[in-house]
Each structure stands twice: as structure tokens, then as C-alpha cells.
């Protein structure tokens, strides 16, 4: 196999050669198909995440083919097309496991995190863990959907059933969501940096009634906010965005530090929440829901070979929608 693999925080991805991994007890490989790019890959690549188990391969928006089976796993067949997602594993036992929110599992595995992830031709992952896809859309409009899609759909259930959705920060996650809440008969509140009249654009687009600055404030009050963007600034933008009870969700895994705020900006039962992660049932439910939304993903497609430069697009924010690698 092929892989991208990170050394050092802060350092370039290397393409390495190695063998094919034998899956363990439980564990499928995959031949990867496609792998999106997330915010987070760069969070890992640049060390904002605490203790990645380097050397490790990011990427953990995975859509491949089971190429082995392990001992024990049942459901699964060779040839056929499923998803990895962030979650690579949890204990199943800790009490957040037990009470159904394995996302805050105590010793929870993270693919391209914690255990190695996608941005290679193959990849092992714990089977529980892996979604089946259908044969329905292409792999590279799918791969966005894994962590884009499924984090985003936690944070849209997480922001309540509010009419005017804002959503800060129009990358990935934002331009799948808007879909669907547009699909909802919601009406989407689109802020980018002030002045990036190209995101603005895309936004309307794809369904936003307004698309502005994040500086600029929506024509109408807001239900609820959620904030993809990793800018901790835009939590007060936010909360003086949304009327008397509405929730600002905070989607990100990393942010910049939250300025200090009037307190007559939460005043009123405004509410300020955390998404973190998800559940395999977050993952069904969105990917049941998708084809009913006909959510189209806008990706922008680079080699394996060529990750470092995606994650750099990224981090300039030179593409709209999703940066996926093909092997
Ligand atoms: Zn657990
Ligand atoms: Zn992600």
C-alpha cells in the first residue's frame, strides 16, 4: 500500500510504501476509494490537537471497498462499498457508552487521529465502525459526506428546529448542511469572511436567503447559529445574532480562544453548546436521510500524492466545497 504519512506535527506528509495490513479480530481492510479533506486533518497535521499517535495517516472521510475480512466480523461482504467516519472505536463500557453518547466515550480510537486513516490506497478499519454505502453517487461526491455531512448533521439536530439558521464558516460541513436544512423548508443564513463575495455567492446558491460577512448582521433574528468556522470571535457575532432563546452551536473539534463578552449577550436563555464527534447512529440516520435531501457535494479532486498541497487549498481557502484524494 500506499500512504501519506505524518512524522511530526508541523511537518509535511511523506509517501511511504508499506505492506498490506492484515486485519485483526473485527477489524475490514479497505482498498480506499476516495478520502475528503477535513479541518481536522489539518488541526492534526498542524499539532492544534493534543498527542496524535504519530507517525500516523490522516483522513478520516473514507470510502472504499472491503478488500479482507478479520475473524469475527459478520454483516460485511468483499467487494462491497462502505464509509469510515471520524469514530474509529469506543470502549463500550465507560458510562457515556453505556448511556448512548459514544461520542464522549473515555477511550474512544479516532481514524487518521488516533489510529491510521485514509489518505493511503488501503486501510484498516474496526468493522463495527464502518457504514454501508450502496452503489448509489460516486465515491468522491460520497467521501464528504462522512465527517462534512455526518458532524454536520449533529450540529444541525443539536441547533433545535428553529426557522432562520445562521451557519458561520461556508466550507464543507456548511454547504452540505444548508442543503439540508433548505430541504427542511428552513430559510439559511449564510456568513463568510466579510468580503468573500465567492463563498457569499456559492452560498446563495445552494438555497441561503441572505449571504453576508460575518461582521454584517441577518436581516432577521436568528433561531440558532452554528459555527463551523475555527474562529472563537464569532461566538459573541453569534449570540447578538439569535433572538431571546436561541442556541449558538460551536461544531469545530478546535477553536481560537472566545473573547470575553457582555453578559446581556447570553441574557435571555441564549444558549452556547459544543458538538464533539459522533455516534454510529448519527451516521445512519444522515446517511438514510441523504439521498432523500439529493444532497450534491461540490469537491475538488487531488491525487494521494498530492495531499500536502489539498490541506495547504485548505488551510487558504482556495476551494469551494471539499478537497477529496484518489489514490
Ligand atoms: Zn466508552
Ligand atoms: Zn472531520
Known amino acids: 500500500m500506499k500512504a501519506m504519512v505524518l512524522h511530526a506535527p508541523g511537518q509535511p506528509l511523506h509517501m511511504e510504501e508499506r505492506p498490506d495490513p492484515v486485519p485483526g479480530p473485527g477489524e475490514i481492510r479497505l482498498r480506499v476509494e476516495a478520502c475528503a479533506v477535513c479541518r481536522t486533518d489539518l488541526h492534526v ?8 499517535h504519530v ?16 475473524p469475527g466480523v459478520s454483516g460485511l461482504q468483499v467487494g462491497q462499498r462502505v464509509g469510515i467516519p471520524w469514530l474509529g472505536h469506543t470502549c463500550g463500557v465507560c458510562p457515556y457508552c453505556l448511556e448512548g453518547r ?3 466515550c473515555d477511550r474512544p480510537l479516532f481514524n487518521g487521529y488516533t ?38 448533521w ?6 433545535g428546529e428553529g426557522q432562520n439558521l445562521g451557519l458561520y464558516g461556508f466550507g464543507a ?10 430541504w427542511q423548508g428552513r430559510s439559511v443564513f449564510a456568513f463568510t469572511r466579510p468580503g468573500d463575495v465567492a463563498t457569499q455567492a ?3 446558491q445552494l438555497g441561503a436567503v441572505w449571504a453576508g460577512g460575518s461582521d454584517e448582521a441577518p436581516p432577521e433574528p ?18 447578538r445574532a439569535v433572538r431571546k432563546g436561541g442556541r449558538v452551536v460551536c461544531a469545530g473539534i478546535h477553536m481560537s480562544d472566545i473573547p470575553s463578552f457582555p453578559y446581556r449577550l447570553l441574557w435571555e436563555e441564549r444558549q452556547v453548546v459544543s458538538v464533539a464527534n459522533l455516534t454510529r447512529q448519527d451516521g445512519l440516520d444522515f446517511l438514510a436521510l441523504a439521498p432523500q435531501v439529493g444532497i450534491v457535494t461540490q469537491t475538488t479532486r487531488y491525487p494521494l500524492r498530492q495531499a500536502n498541497q489539498a490541506l495547504a487549498d485548505l488551510r487558504a481557502g482556495r476551494f469551494e466545497g471539499a478537497a477529496v484524494l484518489v489514490p
Not at 154 to 159: G, H, I, K, N, W
Open 102 to 104: 459514544e461520542n464522549l
Open 154 to 159: 449533529r450540529s444541525l439536530v443539536m441547533a
Open 202 to 204: 456559492f452560498a446563495r
Open 45 to 52: 497535521v498542524d499539532g492544534e490537537l493534543p498527542d496524535p
Open 173 to 182: 460541513a456548511a454547504h452540505i448542511i444548508a442543503q439540508v436544512a433548505k
Open 115 to 152: 489510529r491510521d486513516g485514509g489518505f493511503a490506497t488501503a486501510v484498516i478499519a474496526d468493522a463495527r465502525y464502518a457504514f454501508p454505502l450502496g452503489e448509489a453517487g460516486t465515491d468522491e461526491s460520497l467521501a464528504p459526506l462522512l465527517c462534512a455531512g455526518l458532524i454536520g
Open 55 to 70: 507517525p500516523i495517516i490522516p483522513g478520516h472521510e473514507i470510502v472504499g471497498r472491503v478488500a479482507a475480512i478479520g
Open 222 to 239: 436568528l433561531h440558532a447559529a452554528i459555527i463551523f468556522a475555527v474562529v472563537g470571535d464569532l461566538v459573541p457575532l453569534a449570540l
